[in-house]
Structures are given as structure tokens and as C-alpha cells.
């Protein structure tokens, strides 16, 4: 079925006729005759009486175009209102994130942008599963993994790495002595959330070394879990500085080995799979980009598409 040739109808109806419709349209009056014509075919109706002056309805097109016009016109209304909501930053933007980045990032960003956009809410759901956005209705799911995400029927638009550290009481390591090597470091009790992989280090050398993980003193999917029993020198943290920057700076917890570099922590932004993407996450999005960029321990990276 051609809907544009009954939006056509309707807007020679509308017009009083095929010239005046084609002036008004830019369309030429014979394809606003041939549409007309092939619809009261696939009809079987005559909708027009036409004349050398004047455009007649008859019953039949006087009742379709008193049901058909009100249509089209509440089509053309939301389509509207829909560019109208993509082009604003309002509505409600709903975000999962783990913790960690929750906290640090997305929700310093979130409470400047409430303060710029007085009509956006943002709900912020802080759980480490990962889920599918479009599933759980959720605008932007941030997932924090080592190993590359797998193929799904989402979009990732971009990715933070952010550097970590290794980090332990003083209580710790006046118990064990403060490691001076990554083999120093292996016979310390470690604090590790439940997917992690044994934990890539790379030593001053470069060599990249790996430190097994299956004997933690803790494991919890919570970084403030583990923050916690780091402070009360239960083991070593691995974690972004800007987790641990004021207990550093109060003298509760030390920065170990500072010549080894710990393998990043990689942070996706998973979208549903839309080809249009509302004004609230383009924004969301630059905006965190642009937090990001003003510490010094993020790399931010915009993925094509």
C-alpha cells in the first residue's frame, strides 16, 4: 500500500485542487493526478469528481478524507515533537555503572550536568554485571573489563583507560615488608574483584609479568569493599589513583612499586543498537570525555560510528 499517494489525496483536498497543490507542494500537478488516480484504483473508489473549473468529493473521498486527513496530521506532529527531543537535552538519562567509575566519574559529571540542563533527571543504577541496554532499558551501561567485550547487539561509542596503582596499608607492610620487586610483590595477601584475571604488571624492564589471583584474601565485585579491607591491612589493592588519592594523601595507604605500570582498566560505553542517539547521551557522553581529559590518569577515546 502507497501512504504517500492518501497523504497526496488529502493534500489536493486540502488545497482545492491539483494546481494549487502542486504550486503549494512543488511537486508537478501530473504526479498529484497519477497519485490520485492509482489510490482510488487500488481502492476501487471514485474519490474525485474532476472538471475543467472545479474539484468535487464524492461520498466516498469525503468520508476517507475526514478519516485520513486528522492521521497525517498527527504524523507530521510527531515527527515534531520527536526532533524536538532529540535536539534537547531533557528527559530522564538512565545510567549503569560499576561502582568505582560510578562514583569517580559519572557522578561528578552528572551532578554538572543537572546543574546545566534544569529539565534532564538522571537515574544511576551502580551494579559491576554487565546487561544489555536495550533489555534493561538503560541508556548507557558502562562496563569496566580487561579483555575485549563480546559481540553484541549494542554499540560502543567509546572507551576510557584509566591507569591503576597498587596500593597497601602501612599496617601490611610493616607485616611483610614493603615489596621492592614484582616477585616481592607475589607474597603479598591481594584484594581482587570476581572476574579478575591474574593481574598483567610490566616491570621497569618492560618485561610483562602476571600475578596470580586465586589466593585473595578478599574478592568482591565492590571497590569500596576492597578499599576498606586495603585500609585495615588486609592485602593490596589494585585500583585508579583517584580511588585511593586521599587516603594517600592522609598517610593510610602507600603507593607500591611506582616504576611498575599496571595494565589499564578499560571502560565501555555500551548503547542500544539505535541509529539515532538522543541529545541527553551525546551529551552525557562529551561531557565525561571532557572530565576525563582533565585528569591526568584517563585516557579518552572516541570510538568511530
Known amino acids: 500500500m502507497e ?30 493526478s497519477a497519485a490520485v488516480q492509482r489510490l482510488e ?5 471514485r474519490l474525485i469528481e474532476r472538471t475543467t473549473r ?3 468529493l464524492t461520498d466516498a473521498g469525503e468520508t476517507i478524507y475526514r478519516r485520513v486527513k486528522p492521521l497525517f496530521a498527527a504524523l507530521h506532529d510527531t515527527h515534531s515533537e520527536a ?3 532529540s535536539s534537547a537535552v531533557a528527559g530522564t538519562l538512565r545510567i549503569k555503572s560499576p561502582y568505582e567509575f560510578g562514583a569517580h566519574y559519572v557522578g561528578p559529571v552528572a551532578s554538572e550536568l543537572m546543574g546545566r ?8 543504577d551502580v551494579e559491576h554485571e554487565i546487561v544489555n541496554p536495550v533489555a ?47 616477585e616481592d610483590l607475589a607474597k603479598l595477601p591481594l584484594l581482587t574483584g570476581p572476574n579478575d584475571a ?12 602476571h600475578l596470580a589471583v586465586e589466593q585473595a584474601r578478599l574478592i568482591s565485585s565492590n571497590a569500596h569493599i576492597r578499599l576498606h579491607a586495603a585500609l585495615a591491612g588486609h592485602g593490596v589493592l589494585r585500583v585508579t589513583a583517584s580511588f585511593t588519592r586521599a587516603a594517600v594523601e592522609a598517610g593510610l595507604l602507600r603507593h607500591l612499586l611506582p616504576d611498575h605500570v599496571c595494565e589499564p582498566l578499560n571502560v565501555h560505553a555500551l548503547l542500544p543498537a539505535r541509529q ?30
Open 276 to 305: 539515532f542517539v538522543p541529545a541527553k547521551v551525546r551529551c552525557f557522553l562529551d561531557a565525561l570525555e571532557a572530565h576525563a581529559h582533565d585528569r591526568p590518569t584517563v585516557r579518552a577515546d572516541q570510538w568511530p560510528g
Open 117 to 124: 540542563y534544569p529539565e534532564l533527571a538522571i537515574r544511576i
Open 3 to 32: 501512504w504517500r499517494d492518501w497523504e497526496l489525496f488529502c493534500e489536493v483536498v486540502e488545497h482545492g485542487g491539483f494546481s494549487a497543490a502542486a504550486r503549494v507542494l512543488g511537486h508537478p500537478k501530473s504526479s498529484l
Open 83 to 85: 526532533l524536538a527531543m
Open 41 to 45: 484504483a487500488n481502492l476501487g473508489l
Open 54 to 56: 472545479h474539484l468535487r
Open 136 to 182: 534493561e532499558n538503560y541508556d548507557i551501561v558502562f562496563a569496566m573489563i580487561e579483555a575485549p567485550l563480546p559481540a553484541a547487539s549494542t554499540i560502543i561509542r567509546r572507551v576510557f583507560s584509566i591507569e591503576r596503582g597498587l596500593f597497601a596499608a602501612p599496617a601490611l607492610l610493616e607485616r611483610f615488608g614493603e615489596p621492592r620487586s614484582w
Open 198 to 209: 591474574p593481574w598483567a604488571i610490566t616491570t621497569p624492564q618492560g618485561t610483562l609479568e
